[in-house]
């Protein structure tokens, strides 16, 4: 059965680094593309990022670029999500997707 659990979500201040973890299991890892998605309280979800599946490309949406850096580890079969300079608008809860498998999430809140 395939599987994506993420961690590394917690409070933090505004300013402040946070990396999000996902594992992944019972699927083939390194063969897919591989995405973070978010969703803040009370909106819809949010693309976030996204790298390929030999980690050579990745992409990132205008409201985190430049803070957020995704990577990969295939032979750990994890990925990462680095965010710096966090601000309160990137409090949401985060899932990591490898289409059609998601993970069950995340909590990111960034308050002082």
């Known amino acids: 059965e395939a599987q994506l659990a993420e961690s590394g979500g917690e409070l933090v201040q505004p300013g402040g680094s946070l990396r999000l973890s996902c594992a992944a299991s019972?699927?083939?890892?390194?063969?897919?593309?591989m995405s973070w998605v978010r969703q803040a309280p009370g909106k819809g979800p949010e693309w976030v990022s996204v790298?390929?599946?030999?980690?050579?490309?990745?992409a990132y949406s205008d409201s985190v670029k430049g803070r957020f850096t995704v990577s990969r580890d295939n032979a750990k079969n994890t990925l990462y999500l680095q965010m710096n300079s966090l601000k309160p608008e990137d409090t949401a809860v985060y899932y990591c997707?490898?289409?059609?498998?998601w993970g069950q999430g995340t909590q990111v809140t960034v308050s002082s």
């Open positions: 790298i390929n599946t030999g980690g050579s490309k990745v």
């Open positions: 997707n490898a289409n059609p498998y």
């Open positions: 019972g699927f083939t890892f390194g063969s897919y593309d």
